[in-house]
């Protein structure tokens, strides 16, 4: 007979184990806490043993353009600007008169003429009319050099006051102004967008936005046109003979006259307008306003001074 074998023994199941990390954490309380700093009391001025080698130079106060040597001290384009302003009105206004007499003398004149067609005019007066129109206008002829030379100067220095002001370049150099103002027939068309580009860098517009001349000028371009048409149809006009054409030519000097007086308002109105915009208030109208008296301030607090203050 074979031999019997014995039956295998069953091991007990293990237990499952579980993965379990311990943290050990301090209890709410057991870390000191952190103490907000305390404001410390202010104890006066500090005090030194000797005299300190720092400090402010022992000087009066004054105006820094009064200190030399520093960059405070050069002429700003706006002070400049303002200082052009004070020169160029009174001139242009002085123009503006001059040539409505010189209009009022070409009138005169004109009429004087119509007169002597039906009856003669007497010898005093033709002469004191002769030697009145010819007075004014060699005045208007000479001094109008005067108030075209300061409003171009006047314009230089405007474009330099708004784009330091707007803290922009200008748009065009200095010699294209001055090529596209004073060189004939090129004025004519190219002296609105110069003034143009002023009056939008005075009223702070961005560069990207086209310059939209207003109406003031717009009005003084067109004198500026009506002006010099004027003056080219005067000299054409003094190639033709005839007592008509001379009759003719002398109420266009007149006009001419008129047109130029009417451009030198124009003209002062809108520097007035411009330099107005760029330096409102003038230096000398500024105040210095000192306090006399304090009504209804509760008393200061004074303190005492430290024991350990030298001085």
């Not at 002469?127 to 000479?142: E, K, P, Q, R």
Request: no cysteine; hydrophobic share 50%; net charge positive.
């Amino acid at each position: 007979m074979p031999p019997v074998r014995p039956a295998p023994m069953r091991q007990p199941p293990q237990p499952v184990r579980h993965r379990v990390r311990w943290v050990a954490s301090p209890p709410p309380g057991a870390w000191p806490q952190r103490r907000e700093p305390v404001a410390e009391r202010y104890h006066g001025p500090p005090s030194y043993p000797v005299p300190p080698r720092w400090g402010f130079p022992n000087l009066v106060w004054r105006r820094p353009t009064a200190v030399p040597g520093t960059a405070s001290g050069e002429v700003t384009p706006g002070e400049r600007l303002r200082v052009i302003t004070r020169s160029v009105l009174p001139v242009l206004w002085t123009f503006a008169a001059l040539a409505l007499v010189a209009s009022a003398a070409e009138i005169w004149r004109y009429v004087l003429l119509v007169q002597s067609r039906d009856s003669a005019l007497s010898t005093s007066v033709v002469t004191v009319s002769d030697s009145f129109v010819i007075t004014a206008g060699l005045l208007t002829t000479i001094l109008s050099l005067l108030p075209s030379g300061l409003t171009v100067w006047w314009l230089l220095v405007a474009r330099h006051a708004a784009a330091e002001a707007s803290g922009e370049t200008p748009p065009r150099r200095q010699w294209q102004v001055l090529l596209f103002v004073l060189v004939p027939v090129v004025n004519l068309i190219l002296v609105l967008p110069i003034v143009a580009e002023l009056e939008h860098a005075v009223l702070r517009r961005s560069r990207e936005t086209r310059p939209k001349p207003s109406r003031l000028v717009l009005a003084w371009w067109g004198v500026w046109v009506l002006n010099w048409l004027l003056l080219v149809l005067v000299i054409v006009w003094r190639f033709r003979d005839g007592v008509q054409a001379l009759a003719d030519g002398v109420l266009l000097v007149a006009l001419t006259d008129l047109a130029a007086a009417g451009l030198a308002v124009v003209t002062a109105l809108l520097v007035k307008r411009m330099s107005g915009l760029l330096s409102p208030v003038a230096e000398k109208r500024l105040r210095l306003l000192r306090v006399l008296k304090v009504d209804g301030a509760p008393d200061p607090d004074r303190r005492e001074r430290p024991a350990t203050s030298v001085r």
